[in-house]
């Protein structure tokens, strides 16, 4: 793998691919260059990025593909120790994705107690955020009208966020909504049961 020399580095991002520069000497020569790596995105997944450039062109579809600005592949991949030379001071200075919990409940506003143990784990993580923006949104299944399934959605939504306030939650914005029994998890016809449908989704951003 050539050797990098340390430079500014800039880094871009899009819902599929986290792409950097960073100048790469000993590719060719001595001349230096840049170039671009193609990084999963949190959930994993990969997108795609095509390099154009007075040496033909190259796509990175590949986690850990990377090629100069020139349009010139390089070979092998990037691995992690040599992202982190490259690129550690970029990649700790971006903002943390964001986080999204689901919390179920048994009936009306009782937490299942998988969901309740999510509470500390929800304020912890938004302690580790700047500024943070929280939403509480809550669902219900397809049982009774949907009247009575909104004001049970903002039911579970307060409930929730008044636990977060009480477990400590710091927030620069707190938002409380009731979806009812719009926007099911699991899709059912009216009048069914559905646990999955019994939730409120909570998002730090």
């Known amino acids: 793998m050539p050797r990098v020399r340390p430079v500014?580095?800039?880094?871009?991002?899009?819902?599929?691919?986290?792409?950097?520069?960073?100048?790469?000497?000993?590719?060719?020569g001595c001349a230096p260059k840049s170039y671009i790596v193609l990084l999963p995105s949190p959930d994993g997944s990969v997108g795609q990025v095509i390099i154009k450039g007075q040496k033909g062109e190259h796509v990175l579809s590949a986690a850990g593909q990377a090629g100069t600005l020139d349009g010139e592949a390089i070979k092998g991949r990037i691995d992690d120790a040599q992202l982190n030379r490259d690129f550690a001071n970029t990649m700790a200075a971006?903002?943390?994705p964001p986080s999204r919990y689901l919390l179920y409940f048994t009936a009306g506003t009782n937490l299942t107690t998988e969901s309740k143990a999510l509470i500390r784990k929800i304020v912890a993580d938004a302690a580790m955020r700047p500024a943070v923006d929280v939403s509480v949104i809550g669902h219900t299944d397809t049982v009774h009208t949907t009247t009575y399934n909104d004001y049970l959605a903002l039911n579970r939504a307060n409930k929730v966020s008044e636990l977060l306030q009480e477990n400590g939650l710091k927030a620069n914005s707190l938002s409380i909504e009731s979806h009812g029994k719009r926007n099911l998890l699991i899709l059912t016809p009216d009048d069914v049961r559905e646990p999955r449908n019994r939730r409120v989704e909570v998002s730090l951003r």
């Open 8 to 28: 500014r580095i800039a880094v871009g991002t899009s819902n599929k691919l986290l792409f950097g520069l960073a100048v790469l000497s000993g590719l060719i």
């Open 94 to 96: 971006q903002p943390m």
